[in-house]
């Protein structure tokens, strides 16, 4: 069995002489979508699961590692393939590490210059707070970042020469309202979260 891609239109063609429905390169793109409990939605096309093979009116699953017949029905068939639960289950089980995989990649800190983050991450990281989320990692980063850009520090940026008569920034003091409404949040879910933690704890090993 050999797989047959796009530049292999001859031999594709010469396999599925004899088939009624003969392989369609724009099969492959078609797009799927299915929804699972707890997981969230799978959205994906025949192009990540479905190669087409050296065999007359027939295509192979990558997923399932199981031969599918496309001669009759033609995408059909390939569609409906994907709705079955052996190839659900497989689905399923690749989907969260895909989740994880993007959030991952989607958390990389955005500040300006990536390459300055490793010299200034000793002036932030220190055995106290190793448990900073990149969140927070990567706000003081950007920060930092623009502060060095000015060349001053945050006391000589924010200086007032009087601080009766000069303007606060208003800019400032809303930001640091909705830092603080943020922080303030965040606290109440961890506690929350922990407080769930515990209790499943509890009745399961009143359970055991």
């Known amino acids: 069995m050999r797989f047959l891609n796009e530049g292999d239109k001859g031999a594709v063609k010469a ?13 492959p793109d078609e797009p799927l979508q299915h929804s699972f409990d707890k997981i969230g939605t799978a959205k994906y096309t025949l192009s990540e699961c479905i190669r087409k093979i050296d065999v007359a009116g027939t295509a192979w699953c990558l997923w399932c590692e199981d031969k599918i017949s496309n001669g009759s029905n033609g995408k059909k068939h390939l569609v409906n393939h994907c709705s079955t639960d ?11 590490s895909l989740k994880k995989t993007a ?13 300055s983050s490793f010299s200034l991450m000793k002036d932030m990281m220190s055995m106290k707070p190793g448990s900073m989320s990149v969140a927070s990692f990567s706000s003081i980063q950007t920060v930092k970042y623009y502060l060095k850009s ?17 303007p606060v920034s208003r800019d400032l003091v809303k930001n640091m309202q909705h830092a603080t409404k943020e922080y303030e949040a965040q606290q109440i879910t961890k506690k929350q979260e922990l407080d769930s933690e515990t209790e499943s704890l509890k009745v399961s090993r009143i359970i055991c």
């Open 103 to 115: 959030i991952a990649a989607l958390s990389i800190f955005h500040g300006p210059q990536v390459e």
């Open 150 to 166: 000015k060349q001053k520090t945050s006391t000589e940026y924010f200086h007032r020469s009087s601080t009766n008569h000069t």
């Open 86 to 96: 052996k190839h659900l289950d497989r689905l399923k089980n690749l989907t969260p």
């Open 15 to 27: 396999t599925d002489a004899s088939v009624k429905n003969k392989w369609s390169w724009k099969w």
